[in-house]
C-alpha cells in the first residue's frame, strides 16, 4: 500500500497532517527519510515516525534440504514435519513455498511472505521445478516425447505442461516440470508403467539446492536469491 495511507489508516493523523509530516522529514522508510507518500510499502517495511517504529516485522526466506522422512506441513499428529528442522526465531509464522512428499528429498523454501511464496507456488508462473529421479524399470527412450506431450490427469481433467526428461542412464533422469499437481512426477512415471523409488528436488527456478547444506539443514537466502522471485 501506499505510505501516506498506511499513516492515515493508524488514524493518529489527519490526511493533511500526514503530508507534513512526510515533507518534514519526520518519516522513515527502512531507515531512510522518505517524503513522497505515494511510496509503495509493504507488511516488511520499517516505519518510523519521528523516532517511533510503527513497523518493523522482518521478511524471512529458508531453503531447506529436506530429508526423507519428514511431512511438509506446519503441523501433524503423526509424522516428523519439516518445522521441526527449522530452529529460527520467527519459526511460527513461516510457511511453504511448495510441498514435497513424505520420502522425497531436496530442495523445500520456506518465507513468512505470502506474496513471495504465491510467485514460487502458482500455477501460472510456471516456474520450473527439476527433479532427479529413480525408477524401478528402466526409463525407455519414449518416455521423454510422452512427458513433452504432456500425461492427461483424469482426477484433474488436465494434461500436464510439457515437461522435459534427460535420462542419464538406465533407471536415473532429470525430469524439469512446470507446475506442481500432487504427486506430478510419481504419477507421470506410473501413467508409463514404471514406478519412482526416489526422488529429489535439486531446483525451484532459478534457485539451486545448496550443495554444501547436509540433508536436514537450512540457510537464509541471500538478496538476489529472494529477488529470483520479487517483483
Ligand atoms: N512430484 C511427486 O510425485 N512428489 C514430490 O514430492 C514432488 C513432485
Known amino acids: 500500500m501506499r505510505l501516506d495511507r498506511f499513516l492515515t489508516r493508524r488514524g493518529t493523523h489527519p490526511c493533511k497532517e500526514v503530508s507534513r509530516l512526510l515533507q518534514d522529514g519526520r518519516v522513515r522508510v527502512d531507515g531512510a527519510v522518505e517524503t513522497d507518500g505515494r511510496r509503495r510499502i509493504s507488511r516488511f517495511s ?13 521478511a524471512v526466506y529458508l531453503m531447506l534440504y529436506k530429508p526423507a522422512g519428514y511431512l511438509s506441513a506446519t503441523t501433524d499428529p503423526l509424522h516428523p514435519t519439516v518445522m521441526e528442522l527449522i530452529d529460527h526465531p520467527l519459526r511460527d509464522e513461516l510457511h511453504l513455498a511448495g510441498r514435497l512428499d513424505r520420502a522425497s528429498t531436496g530442495l523445500l523454501l520456506l518465507t513468512n511472505d505470502g506474496c513471495w511464496s504465491k510467485r514460487v507456488t502458482e500455477p501460472l508462473e510456471e516456474i520450473s521445478k527439476v527433479y532427479r529421479v529413480t525408477t524401478r524399470d528402466e526409463i525407455s527412450p519414449e518416455t521423454a516425447a510422452i512427458f513433452a506431450a504432456g500425461i492427461y490427469f483424469a482426477y484433474e481433467d488436465l494434461t500436464t505442461r510439457p515437461a522435459v526428461l534427460e ?62 522471485f520479487s517483483r
Open 46 to 58: 520499517r516505519i518510523e515516525l519521528e523516532g517511533e517504529i510503527l513497523q518493523a516485522q522482518e
Open 167 to 228: 535420462i542419464l542412464g538406465g533407471r536415473d533422469a532429470l525430469l524439469t516440470i512446470h507446475e506442481g499437481r500432487y504427486h506430478q512426477v510419481k504419477r507421470m512415471f506410473h501413467a508409463v508403467g514404471n514406478q519412482v523409488l526416489s526422488l529429489h528436488r535439486e531446483s525451484i527456478g532459478p534457485l539451486v539446492l545448496d550443495e554444501a547444506l547436509p540433508p536436514g539443514k537450512f540457510r537464509p537466502l541471500g538478496a538476489a536469491e529472494v529477488a529470483c
